[in-house]
């Protein structure tokens, strides 16, 4: 009577994990043909030359060419650029807005200010692109302000924002800033609501001060949040392609070309398909990196939490 009660027990099991399974079967194909199928052929791709109805194996020659290609390495410095400086400014508005929402303040004050805050996030990246486009017109706004305070003497004088090889990177990359601080204001604002009172209670009767409990109590209950806000920062703005292709398409003269609108501007303008595969494949690796940082960094979370 136990070992049948056991095996039927073990049954009873089997039977729940398969359904487990059958369950995640869906999702498992879906991803398999839209990711892992896709990813495939782009690394067999950058092996050849030509389309992807006719082509010729040409080995290493498109990663050869890629790295003596001065195109592809200013991409790379500009996409480092642009990654650098979004993330740093995202941390840095995201950080002092969540502190100042943070305090002792009208809840329903402070549920306006976040909801006003968090728009830029909201926004399709085409849209946000749309507005600061009209922002940056040499008549637009920004001009337009610049002029009001004495800082531009006239039409004559108006700049072109995103029309100059020397403006057009900076100025994306403010409006990345723009549009993506409200994602790292909203994680810290959360992790910032999840400090004990007590905390700083009893450093305030033990005499330190503001500056000090940032430091001391503040910081050091951050620094979880913020190693995995910045990595995931990282990695979508590297990857970032929205803003830039419908700003500047990468012009003018490749002056605000990151990887992802190279790759997009060999794929399908130049038809170079083989040497644009090569480079997403070199993104990808990047990516891949940062991305085990990450999965690294949420382990050693759940580890500490068991």
């Given at each position: 009577?136990?070992?049948t009660?056991?095996?039927?027990?073990?049954k009873f099991?089997?039977?729940?994990?398969?359904?487990?399974?059958?369950?995640v079967?869906?999702g498992?194909i879906?991803?398999?043909?839209?990711l892992?199928?896709?990813?495939?052929?782009?690394?067999?791709l950058?092996?050849?030359q030509?389309?992807?109805?006719?082509r010729?194996?040409i080995g290493?020659?498109?990663?050869?060419?890629?790295?003596?290609?001065?195109?592809?390495?200013?991409a790379l410095?500009?996409?480092?650029?642009?990654?650098i400086?979004s993330?740093?400014?995202h941390?840095?508005?995201?950080l002092s807005?969540?502190?100042i929402?943070?305090?002792?303040i009208?809840s329903n004050?402070?549920?306006l200010?976040?909801?006003?805050?968090i728009i830029?996030?909201?926004?399709?990246?085409?849209?946000a692109a749309m507005?600061?486009?009209?922002?940056?017109?040499?008549?637009g706004?920004l001009?337009?302000?610049?002029?009001?305070?004495?800082?531009?003497?006239?039409r004559?004088?108006?700049?072109?924002?995103i029309?100059n090889?020397?403006?057009?990177?900076?100025?994306v990359?403010?409006?990345?800033?723009?549009?993506g601080?409200?994602?790292?204001?909203?994680?810290?604002l959360?992790?910032l609501?999840?400090?004990?009172?007590?905390?700083y209670?009893a450093a305030?009767?033990?005499?330190?001060?503001?500056?000090?409990?940032?430091?001391?109590?503040?910081i050091?209950?951050?620094k979880?949040?913020?190693?995995?806000v910045?990595?995931l920062?990282?990695?979508?703005?590297?990857r970032?392609?929205?803003?830039?292709?419908a700003m500047t398409?990468?012009?003018?003269?490749?002056?605000?070309?990151?990887?992802?609108t190279?790759?997009?501007?060999?794929a399908?303008?130049?038809?170079?398909w083989?040497?644009?595969?090569?480079?997403?494949?070199?993104?990808f690796?990047?990516?891949?990196?940062?991305?085990?940082?990450?999965?690294r960094?949420?382990?050693?979370?759940?580890?500490?939490n068991?």
């Amino acid at each position: 009577m136990v070992e049948t009660g056991i095996l039927r027990s073990n049954k009873f099991f089997t039977l729940k994990k398969m359904q487990a399974y059958f369950f995640v079967l869906p999702g498992i194909i879906i991803l398999l043909v839209l990711l892992v199928y896709p990813l495939i052929q782009v690394m067999v791709l950058s092996f050849f030359q030509g389309n992807l109805l006719e082509r010729e194996f040409i080995g290493l020659s498109n990663y050869i060419q890629l790295f003596s290609d001065p195109v592809f390495w200013k991409a790379l410095l500009q996409t480092s650029y642009f990654t650098i400086n979004s993330v740093i400014f995202h941390f840095l508005i995201g950080l002092s807005l969540a502190l100042i929402l943070n305090q002792h303040i009208n809840s329903n004050i402070r549920s306006l200010f976040r909801g006003f805050l968090i728009i830029p996030w909201l926004l399709a990246p085409t849209v946000a692109a749309m507005i600061w486009i009209l922002i940056y017109n040499p008549f637009g706004m920004l001009n337009g302000l610049l002029t009001s305070f004495n800082l531009l003497s006239g039409r004559g004088q108006s700049i072109n924002w995103i029309g100059n090889p020397n403006l057009s990177l900076l100025s994306v990359t403010v409006v990345n800033i723009w549009r993506g601080y409200p994602f790292t204001m909203v994680m810290l604002l959360a992790a910032l609501q999840g400090i004990p009172d007590e905390l700083y209670e009893a450093a305030r009767i033990d005499g330190a001060s503001p500056i000090k409990s940032f430091f001391y109590i503040t910081i050091p209950a951050l620094k979880g949040t913020m190693f995995t806000v910045g990595l995931l920062d990282i990695i979508w703005t590297f990857r970032h392609f929205d803003i830039i292709f419908a700003m500047t398409g990468g012009g003018p003269m490749n002056s605000s070309e990151v990887m992802t609108t190279h790759i997009y501007n060999l794929a399908f303008r130049s038809l170079k398909w083989g040497y644009a595969a090569a480079e997403a494949v070199i993104m990808f690796l990047v990516m891949l990196i940062f991305s085990t940082f990450y999965i690294r960094n949420l382990k050693k979370g759940e580890t500490g939490n068991d």
